[in-house]
């Protein structure tokens, strides 16, 4: 499974920005889509994830004012708010069951990342 992210950019500080990540391959299935974010320095850390059935989980730090959706095979960040300390790259995730040749096979694919610079 293949994952676009797409979205990021430059943004002041309290304002918004929206993330997509698209899936594509012989999905068969999808449960799990989130995304991570690593900020420089500091180790990747989970932002937000969401399951097929539509249960979410936020980090502490971005609950009230991030929030997850899922569209079949393609997961939105919308983002508001935004602090400086959000700024890092945003890696969308996906677990997966895809089939790879004639191989049914359960993944976990990472997608390219994508820079979010919030300006104070």
């Known amino acids: 499974v293949q994952l676009q992210a797409s979205g990021g950019g430059l943004v002041q500080a309290g304002g918004p920005l929206r993330l997509s990540c698209a899936a594509s391959?012989?999905?068969?299935?999808?449960?799990?889509m989130g995304w991570h974010r690593q900020a420089p320095g500091k180790q990747r850390e989970l932002v937000a994830t969401?399951?097929?059935?539509?249960s979410t989980n936020y980090a502490d730090s971005v609950k009230g004012r991030f929030t997850i959706s899922r569209d079949k095979n393609t997961v939105y960040l919308q983002m508001n708010s935004l602090k400086p300390e959000d700024t890092a790259v945003y890696y969308c995730?996906?677990?997966?069951?895809?089939?790879?040749?004639?191989?049914?096979?359960?993944?976990?694919?990472w997608g390219q990342g994508t820079q979010v610079t919030v300006s104070s």
């Open positions: 995730l996906a677990d997966s069951i895809a089939y790879v040749g004639s191989d049914i096979v359960a993944e976990y694919s």
């Open positions: 391959g012989k999905i068969i299935r999808i449960d799990d």
């Open positions: 969401t399951t097929s059935g539509g």
